[in-house]
Every structure is written in structure tokens, then in C-alpha cells.
């Protein structure tokens, strides 16, 4: 174990496993030269070469499909997306090549692809790079969407990703890169994709979080505590598959939830998860399921108006007051 | 070539034009569903491509696929199982017309969204590059109307970038689905395209598969030898309509007769009677047994039984995965094979 910043911890993945297995390299915008515009790749040029980390053009469906390509001769490409944003402009190689090829043809094409992109607000970057648009690729049968709240959790699910012979999408978030946390050395230090985990116990409300809004959940956690208020963090850390067995355990045992996503309230995670706890445990609910959101605009530059628009962590403290006292 | 491997393509000719004609019936008769586009006219290209590149070239084009399916080496049974949606189809019933693909035989499909499959075949290049897989070629066909989205140009791009073992090949049929080239396109000849990313192309006669073949294997050869990518526009003509459901009002009854009379099946049977290859009674011979054998992949094709309720979940994802149905948990995984 050591204590390491989720930066540190989703570079650390990529080293092991490109260091572990020949067939794994990296393609992007920036990612060998420069060493990532996130500085993740940092040093990966020099020690592996610009055979296995490949600096592209800005032509993300040239990366993407690139990537698909490349996957179903048996390499095992990690794409990645300077920003989730620019998943956009490769939509269509994401959701009707990666997330159906192997469906559509009856399983001829593995896909051993990973795509990583950052997500989220609050840089300052304006309406176009500061989405959080991670519901929209959960939508996605055939698409596995995995996204991190804890530097552990990122280095185990990363590796998982690119262990495996699906197409995964794995969702980073800038604002968590300076994060901390304890993260094991092992080499097969594995996070299982499609499972939530339980980040903290508590009786009295069920939190559901993921990303960024786990460790606001868990500092909200906290400051209930001192108010005798004793909240249980579950974090999706996948968005699909989307396990809601650990989410329904802990609902049937506080009847009370908040869900808190850093995205658009409408059509996003919360809804998803909200309907789904009323469809499976319905005579269970004490209060009804709130969500914490972002506003529903557009995110402006202006950094105090972003700060508005976003979810806070007073934001998941209030909602869970309001199931809890009504 | 020996004098067998003459009849093969020429048989290989007739077949994929009668395979066309009776899926036309079948489509007409509703046993085949959704989009058919049918290869009619350009045979000469799959069969002439199809007949001289090599077992690691790979084969990737877009959804006007059967022909490619045919010259890839699947059965013509196994591809009609494929248009009937049945079992019995190379993608199991669940890919349908525009989705056709044997990994076995290097074909990797049949891709419907036009030009999304152009990065593909940069990528499968690269996967060959990167895999040291030196003497592959990724060949990947797509028509005229396919040069003008982004997924072209972003693809070839990266192709001469990283001096990639890729033949692009443009079926120019004159039409992307009811508009001229003229009137989508600002250059009229799709292979000055490529002279916008320093790529090596020429423009070539796709109705007489000798020449297809000639031209091809040069080409071919080329990459093998001196590598990176070079775009070929083959000219070609479809005499169906884009799809069944065509009305046909952007040309005259005339433009297709025309093109008919250069017919590439004609054109190779001439040719072969004249070069004293085959008699005319050997080539009837021929197209006898690809009546018969379309025949047989009729019938077989509607015996094969409909994939089964489980196929529904079957392959979404390789590895076993949880899966929903209407709303409830299944006990099942989604299998991988």
C-alpha cells in the first residue's frame, strides 16, 4: 500500500499492464511527447517508444475507430479522449461500431479496447470542455462504462479495463486527479467491473454516488456524523453494468436515499437509480429519492457561476436532511 | 491461372448476380426484412479483388456486402441464412444484409453507417503493423459517396501519417443512393482525393475483372513492397436501384441499358471464348451450376430455423456479463461463445 494521488494511480496501471503485456499501447492526442495533456502519460515516451504510445492527429473518430481496428487484430489499444467532450465527435465509433460489433456479428470481433476520457466541471473551461456527460454512454447496451471515486478503485478498475475483451469507456475526472489515497502494489491488483462498493457504513441513509461525488458524499457523511446522522456511501464506480444489489441491501436498511451525480438531473444516473430503487424495493421507501445534480444550463465561464451551477457537498447534506426530516 | 480457376470466377461471377436476383424475390416475397442493396453490375470488383489478394489481407467494406461475402469464400448458403435472418447465417441471423462477415476468411464485415468503417481499416492496419504482421494488407472497399464525410478523410489521413499497409478502394458506381457524384462531390474523379495526403491512387476499369485483377495485384504488390497506403478508384455501375425500396427518378431507363450492355459477366464470357479459354457450352455449363447452387442456398437458407430465444443475449458482450430483460435480472450471463 501507499498513498498516492489518483494521477499517480491510473499512471501506475497503464505502466504495469503495457510493462506486463506487449500487445497493450496507447493512442491519443498528446499522450507521448507532451506525456498527456493531464501529464498521466508523463515518461511513457521515453520508456516505451512511439510504437506504443502514439501521439495522433486531432481526428477523434481516426482515434477511435483507429483504435477498434487495431483491437480486432488482437493488439490491445487504450484510446484516449483529451475530454470527454470530444467523445462527440467520435460518437459514432463509440456507440454503433464498439458497443455492436460483436452483438451484430455473433461474437466473430473482440473488441479489447479501453477509451479513457476526463469528465467534469469546475476548471473554468466553458460550456464545451466542462460536460458531464457520462450518462449518455451508459445508455449503450454492448458498452461497459466504469468511472472512479477513489485512486484504489482507479488503478483496479483500470487495469480490469484493459484486461478485458470488451470494449470499455472509463471515465476519469480532472478535479480528482490531486486525490489521495492508500493504493495497493500489487501487480494484479484488480477492481471487478460492474460491481458498487460500499466506501462507507451507516444505517440511517443510503447515499448513491460515483466519481466526483463520492468523496463529496463521504466529507457530507461526515459532517452528518457529528449531527448523530450516520449515512452509507455506495459507490456505482460502473454505470453499466450498473449493480444495484449493494444499493437495494443498503436502501432495505435506511429507507431513505439521496443519489448525487456531478451531470444534468434529467435522463441522468440518478434517474436511473431512483426508478429502479422504487421498481425493487418499493415497500421499503420512507421518504422520497432525492437527487443532487447539476443545474440545467450550459456551464459558464465565470468561475462563481460554475461553482453555482455544480453539486456540492452542502448540496448532498441537505438532500439527505430533507429524506431524513422531510 | 489454370483453366479451372478460370470457370471458378467466372461461376463466381454468375453466382453473386443470381444470389442478387433471387434475394430481390425473396425481399419482394418479405422473407428478407429491412435494407437490401444488391451488388448487381459490380461483380467484377469483388471477384477480381477477391481472387488475387492474399489469405492475410484483410477485407473490410460497407453495406453493399454480399458480393464481398461471396469473393471473401462464404458459402453462398451461409450468406442467404444471413439475409433471411436465420441461424444459419455467418452472423447468426443477428446481423442481417449489411452486416456480413467471416473472421476465419479475413472478411471483417459489412459496416452500415456510410464511411464509419474507413478508420477501421486504418486501425486493422495498424493492429497488423503493431502485431508484426508484415506482408498484411487491410483492402477496404467503399463507394463514391463515402469521400465526402469526415470518417474518410480523418482515415486516409492517418493511413499516410503512419505509413500504413492499406489499399483503399473506391467502388465508384456514379451514385451515393439517388445523387451523382457531380452533384455531392467537388471533384469529379475520386482518386484526386488522395493527392490531398500525398497518396499514390490511379483510376481503373471495374467492369472487366481481368483488368481488375491485372490492376489489382500490381497494386497490391506495391504496398507489399514499398508499403504505405494508395487508393484505387475503381469504375463500377449498379444496375438496381441503392436499395429495394429505390424509385429511381435521378436517371434515364437508357444510362442503365448502356452500362448493361458493358455487362462484367458478359465481358469475361466473351473473353473467354475468344482467348479459347472455355467453350460457350462449357461456360452455359457454369452457369447452370450457379443457378443450382443459389438454388440449393434458397432452400437451404429457408429450412435453417430462426435463432432461438437465449441468441437474444447471446454475444453483447465477451465475457459473461449481467443482463436485463424488460426491466427484470436474468439468471443467465451473456456468453461470450
Known amino acids: 500500500m501507499a498513498r498516492i494521488t489518483m494521477r499517480e494511480a491510473i499512471s501506475k496501471a497503464l505502466w504495469e499492464e503495457m510493462e506486463r503485456d506487449e500487445r497493450v499501447f496507447i493512442m491519443g492526442e498528446e499522450v507521448g511527447v507532451w506525456g498527456g495533456t493531464y501529464a498521466v502519460t508523463k515518461g511513457f515516451y521515453d520508456r516505451f517508444g512511439e510504437k506504443r504510445v502514439r501521439d495522433t492527429p486531432i481526428a477523434e473518430a481516426a482515434i477511435i475507430g483507429g483504435a477498434i481496428g487495431a483491437a480486432l487484430t488482437g493488439s490491445r489499444p487504450i484510446a484516449e479522449l483529451m475530454t470527454i467532450n470530444f467523445a462527440f465527435v467520435a460518437m ?17 470481433f473482440k473488441l479489447p479496447l479501453v477509451i479513457r476520457a476526463v469528465s467534469g466541471g469546475g476548471r473554468q473551461l466553458g460550456a464545451t470542455h466542462s460536460q458531464t456527460p457520462d450518462a449518455i454512454f451508459a445508455h449503450f447496451p454492448g458498452l461497459k462504462v466504469v468511472s472512479p471515486g477513489t485512486p ?36 494484479d491488483y484488480l477492481e471487478p ?62 429507507n431513505r436515499a439521496v443519489i ?40 459558464p465561464y465565470n468561475a462563481k457561476l460554475e461553482q453555482l451551477a455544480l453539486p456540492q457537498t452542502e448540496d448532498i447534506y441537505h438532500a439527505v436532511k430533507e429524506v431524513i426530516y422531510g | 491461372m489454370e483453366k479451372t480457376d478460370y470457370l471458378n470466377l467466372y461461376r463466381e461471377m454468375v453466382i453473386i448476380r443470381r444470389l442478387e436476383e433471387s434475394a430481390a424475390e425473396l425481399y419482394q416475397k418479405g422473407k428478407i426484412g429491412g435494407f437490401l442493396h444488391l451488388y448487381i453490375g459490380q461483380e467484377a470488383v469483388s471477384a477480381g479483388i477477391g481472387s488475387v489478394r492474399q489469405p492475410q489481407d484483410r477485407l473490410i467494406t460497407a453495406y453493399r456486402d454480399h458480393g464481398w461475402a461471396i469473393s471473401s469464400g462464404i458459402d453462398p448458403k451461409i450468406v442467404m441464412a444471413e439475409l433471411l435472418g436465420k441461424v444459419d447465417g455467418c452472423s447468426d441471423g443477428k446481423g442481417g444484409s449489411m452486416h456480413m462477415a467471416d473472421v476465419e ?74 445523387t451523382t457524384v457531380e452533384r455531392a462531390s467537388a471533384v469529379s474523379e475520386i482518386r484526386q482525393k488522395a493527392e490531398g495526403y500525398g497518396m499514390a491512387n490511379e483510376r481503373i476499369d471495374g467492369m472487366d475483372v481481368m483488368q481488375v485483377r491485372e490492376d489489382v495485384s500490381r497494386v497490391l504488390e506495391t504496398i507489399r513492397k ?10 463500377t455501375y449498379r444496375y438496381r436501384g441503392h436499395s429495394m425500396g429505390d424509385p429511381e427518378r435521378y436517371r434515364e431507363k437508357e444510362e442503365v441499358k448502356k452500362w448493361e450492355e458493358n455487362d462484367p459477366i458478359g465481358i469475361f464470357r466473351l473473353y473467354l471464348i475468344n482467348e479459347a ?34 441468441a437474444l443475449f447471446d454475444h453483447i458482450y465477451a465475457e459473461p456479463t449481467p443482463i436485463e430483460y424488460r426491466g427484470y435480472a436474468l439468471e443467465q450471463e451473456s456468453e461470450g461463445n
Open chain 2, 277 to 310: 479459354i472455355a467453350t460457350d457450352d462449357e461456360l452455359d455449363e457454369q452457369d447452370a451450376q450457379a443457378e443450382s447452387i443459389v438454388q440449393e442456398a434458397v432452400d437451404f437458407a429457408e429450412s435453417s430455423p430462426d435463432p432461438d430465444k437465449d
Open chain 1, 92 to 108: 459514432d465509433h463509440i456507440v454503433n461500431e464498439a458497443a455492436k460489433l460483436h452483438y451484430m456479428f455473433a461474437g466473430q
Open chain 2, 105 to 178: 476468411k479475413n472478411f471483417w464485415g459489412g459496416h452500415a453507417i456510410v464511411g464509419a468503417h474507413i478508420p477501421i481499416a486504418t486501425g486493422l492496419a495498424l493492429g497488423d503493423v503493431y502485431l508484426g504482421n508484415d506482408d498484411a494488407i487491410t483492402i477496404c472497399m467503399f463507394g463514391d459517396g463515402a469521400t465526402n464525410i469526415g470518417f474518410f478523410h480523418e482515415g486516409l489521413n492517418l493511413s499516410k501519417v503512419w505509413n500504413l499497409p492499406v489499399l483503399w478502394v473506391c467502388e465508384n458506381n456514379q451514385y451515393g443512393m439517388g
Open chain 1, 193 to 254: 467491473i460492474g460491481k458498487s462498493k460500499i466506501q462507507r457504513e451507516g444505517d440511517d441513509v443510503t447515499i448513491v454516488a460515483y466519481s466526483k461525488m463520492v468523496p463529496a458524499a463521504l466529507e457530507a457523511a461526515k459532517q452528518l456524523a457529528d449531527e448523530g446522522i450516520e449515512a452509507e456511501v455506495v459507490d456505482l464506480r460502473s454505470l453499466r453494468p450498473l449493480d444495484m444489489d449493494p444499493v437495494i441491501a443498503s436502501f432495505k436498511r435506511t
Open chain 2, 226 to 235: 514499398e508499403g504505405g497506403p494508395y487508393l484505387l478508384e475503381i469504375m
Open chain 1, 152 to 187: 484504489a478503485d482507479a488503478k483496479g478498475l483500470l487495469k480490469s479495463a484493459i484486461r478485458s475483451d470488451d470494449p470499455v469507456l472509463f471515465i476519469e475526472n480532472a478535479t480528482l486527479y490531486q486525490s489521495k489515497g492508500e493504493v495497493p502494489d500489487d501487480l
Open chain 1, 260 to 299: 448525487a451525480e456531478e451531470g444534468w438531473r434529467s435522463y441522468g444516473v440518478g434517474s436511473e437509480v431512483s426508478a429502479r430503487i422504487y421498481e425493487l424495493a418499493f415497500d421499503y421507501v420512507d421518504a422520497p429519492v432525492k437527487r443532487v445534480a447539476q443545474a440545467e444550463v450550459p456551464l
